[in-house]
Every structure is written in structure tokens, then in C-alpha cells.
């Protein structure tokens, strides 16, 4: 049986007193940074000058450079973009990475594809919620926690473990439970997850359903509501209670078209690209490209971002969101 840990054995006592920077506040830094404070703990953000210097600042956060923040800092989670981790770690981290300070991330692919090696006498360590950043806040505030992963790379101090759980716990994932894993296997997992199923996949698919409705004739806006709208309260019912939540509450047609007909659009084709893809990722091909793509200033990435941008189903979904005044709640 997997070990969760929740806040039982999460105790924040060993980051009380302690001074938490978290470099960047995004999607990530802004709801992590506000649910360890609301969790009673010291908490300062590292930043550049620019729009989220002025979104922290207006939250109440003291704000520092990246520098200053880690000089200040005991304990540094690096909420950057992954691929600008590795320059400001290099330029502003390390020179001020001193002997028992704590180093963390959310997600281990700096760390894993060697573009961030820390000294020996620091603790490495990874506390990753398993879900979106925004979510991350709104469930803690909400008396919830999305659950999490932590993983120790370095042990420097003897303490790193209960230090990462105590982190756990101040974002609130303890709440819903933690589970440990390695930095190899939530880097890769998670960025399986993200190309072949969540992002990656799910938009493919949501595109194709689209395409072929409304080539076929049907209206867009029904098309949008069938293959994009309705996959969100599909997923819902999975979320509540796996697979078999989503079956029982569907109709029998639903589920006889979902056992016959689903394997002939996830095919054995489909399972094939995606060990390909794993593999990729293993071999670290993906993070290659991925760093390449970002020193050649994302020719690829912004031509792609474009195309999706002007996609039909991005028009048809925001003309029907917005007449559906429910879905306008923040
Ligand atoms: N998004 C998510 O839900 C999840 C993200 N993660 C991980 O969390 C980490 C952060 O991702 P995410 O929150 O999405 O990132 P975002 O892109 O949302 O936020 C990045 C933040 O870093 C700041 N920043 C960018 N460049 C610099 C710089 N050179 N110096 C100082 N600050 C800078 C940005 O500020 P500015 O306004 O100046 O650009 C911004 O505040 C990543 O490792 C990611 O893999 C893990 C789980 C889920
Ligand atoms: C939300 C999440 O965990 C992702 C999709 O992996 C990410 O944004 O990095």
C-alpha cells in the first residue's frame, strides 16, 4: 500500500522562525507563496523588476531581487519558468547559496537534466502539486489541498525531509496527501503527462472531435459543446471517483459507444507513439530540444502558438463562454 503523508506528519514546526524566498510568482509562485503565509509562515518573493514585481508587491510581499531574496532566504523554492531556471540559478542563486540553506523546485527538470548542479552542503529537494498553480490557491483558500509530491535529492542537513513535508504542508498539499518519488520520476512522469495526455493529447483530441463536426456540417457552437465543454464535466465525474464514477452516470449508450468505440481512437498506433515519447523523454531528447528551442528564441514554439491561437474552436468557445455568465465566476 503507497504511503500518503498528510499534515500529521507534516509538521510546519521546523519552518517556523525560518524565512522562505520563492523566486517567481506566477501560476505557481503566487498561490504557493500566499498559502504559506496564510499557513503562518515568513515568506519574501525573488524577482526581476517588471509586472509580477507589482502583482507581489500589492499582495503584501516583501519583494527582492532574486539575489537578495536567496541571501535573505533559509529556504529558496525556484518558481521560474524551467528554462530560464538554469541562467538566474548560475547568476543570481548560487553566489549566495551558503552552507545549510534549503533549495526546492516544483518540478525536477533542471535538476534532473544536470542544467542546475548545487553545492554538496545544501539540501536539494522537490514539493510538486499535482495540479495548476491557480487551482493550487483557490482549493487551500477554499479549506482544500491539492495533493502533492516531494522527492530528496540531497540531505545535506538531516533534516531535509521533514523540511520538504513541512513545505508540503504550508502549501496546503498536505491536506490532501503527499506522496514521495524521485526527482527522475516526477520529472518524467510529469512531463509524459503533459505532452501525451493532459495538454498535448487532450488538445489534439478536442481539435479533431471539433474539425470533424463541423466539416461534416454541424454548428461550431454544438461541436464546441460536445468535444470541449462537455470533457470537462466528463473528467469531473473521473476526478470524483475514477473511470467508473464516469460510467454510472453517463447513459448505457454513452458507455457502450465509450467500450467500442474509444480503442478504435486510442490505438495500438497511439500506445506505440507514446512509449516513442516516453522515450524521448528518458533519453533526455526532449529536453534538449526543449533548451535549443528556447536559445533560438522559440522559432517553433511561436509559429505553433499562433496557429492554435487563431484555431476555430478558440473563437466559437470564447463568444459561447461569454454568454454564459456561470462560467464567468473567477
Ligand atoms: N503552472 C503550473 O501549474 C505548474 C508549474 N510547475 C512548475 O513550477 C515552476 C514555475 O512554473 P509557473 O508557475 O508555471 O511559471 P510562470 O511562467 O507562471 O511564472 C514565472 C515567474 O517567474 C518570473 N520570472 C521569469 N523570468 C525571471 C527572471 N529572469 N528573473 C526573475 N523572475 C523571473 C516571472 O515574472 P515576470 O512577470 O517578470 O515574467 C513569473 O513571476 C516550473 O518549474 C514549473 O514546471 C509545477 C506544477 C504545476
Ligand atoms: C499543471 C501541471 O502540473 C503541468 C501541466 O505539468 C504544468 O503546468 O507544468
Redesign the pocket.
Known amino acids: 500500500m503507497v504511503k500518503m503523508y498528510y499534515e500529521n506528519e507534516a509538521k510546519l514546526d521546523i519552518l517556523k522562525g525560518k524565512t522562505i524566498a520563492v523566486?517567481?510568482?506566477?501560476?505557481?509562485?503566487h498561490s504557493q507563496a500566499q498559502n504559506l503565509r496564510d499557513s503562518g509562515l515568513k515568506v519574501i518573493i525573488?524577482?526581476?523588476q517588471?509586472?509580477?514585481?507589482e502583482v507581489a508587491e500589492a499582495d503584501g510581499f516583501e519583494v527582492y531581487s532574486?539575489g537578495e531574496a536567496t541571501q535573505k532566504a533559509d529556504f529558496i523554492q525556484?518558481?521560474?519558468?524551467?528554462e530560464?531556471?538554469g541562467k538566474?540559478y548560475a547568476e543570481e542563486i548560487a553566489p549566495y547559496l551558503t552552507e545549510g540553506k534549503t533549495l526546492s523546485?516544483?518540478?525536477g527538470?533542471n535538476i534532473h537534466f544536470g542544467q542546475i548542479v548545487a553545492p554538496k552542503n545544501v539540501d536539494v529537494m522537490l514539493v510538486?502539486?499535482k495540479?495548476?498553480?491557480h487551482l493550487v490557491r483557490r482549493v487551500y483558500v477554499e479549506g482544500g489541498g491539492v495533493p502533492g509530491l516531494f522527492a530528496i535529492q540531497q540531505d545535506a542537513t538531516g533534516n531535509a525531509r521533514e523540511i520538504a513535508l513541512a513545505y508540503a504542508n504550508g502549501i496546503g498539499a498536505a491536506r490532501s496527501g503527499v506522496l514521495e518519488t524521485s526527482f527522475r520520476e516526477e520529472t518524467e512522469t510529469d512531463l509524459f503527462g503533459e505532452q501525451a495526455v493532459l495538454c498535448g493529447g487532450a488538445s489534439e483530441l478536442v481539435k479533431a472531435g471539433f474539425e470533424t463536426l463541423v466539416e461534416a456540417g454541424y454548428q461550431p457552437e454544438i461541436a464546441y459543446f460536445e468535444c470541449l465543454h462537455e470533457l470537462k464535466l466528463i473528467v469531473d465525474l473521473m476526478y470524483e471517483g475514477g473511470l467508473s464514477r464516469m460510467r454510472y452516470s453517463i447513459s448505457d449508450t454513452a458507455q457502450y459507444g465509450d467500450f467500442m468505440i474509444g480503442r478504435r481512437i486510442i490505438t495500438d498506433e497511439t500506445r506505440k507513439e507514446m512509449k516513442k515519447v516516453l522515450k524521448e523523454i528518458q533519453d533526455g531528447e526532449f529536453a534538449r530540444n526543449w533548451i535549443l528551442e528556447n536559445q533560438a528564441n522559440r522559432p517553433v514554439f511561436n509559429a505553433i502558438a499562433r496557429q492554435e491561437e487563431e484555431h476555430q474552436i478558440e473563437k466559437v468557445g470564447a463568444e459561447l463562454r461569454g454568454m454564459m455568465s456561470w462560467l464567468n465566476k473567477k
Open positions: 523566486i517567481g510568482y506566477g501560476s505557481q509562485g525573488g524577482l526581476r517588471g509586472k509580477s514585481w532574486v525556484i518558481l521560474l519558468p524551467d530560464r531556471q538566474v523546485f516544483s518540478h527538470f510538486a502539486p495540479g495548476p498553480g
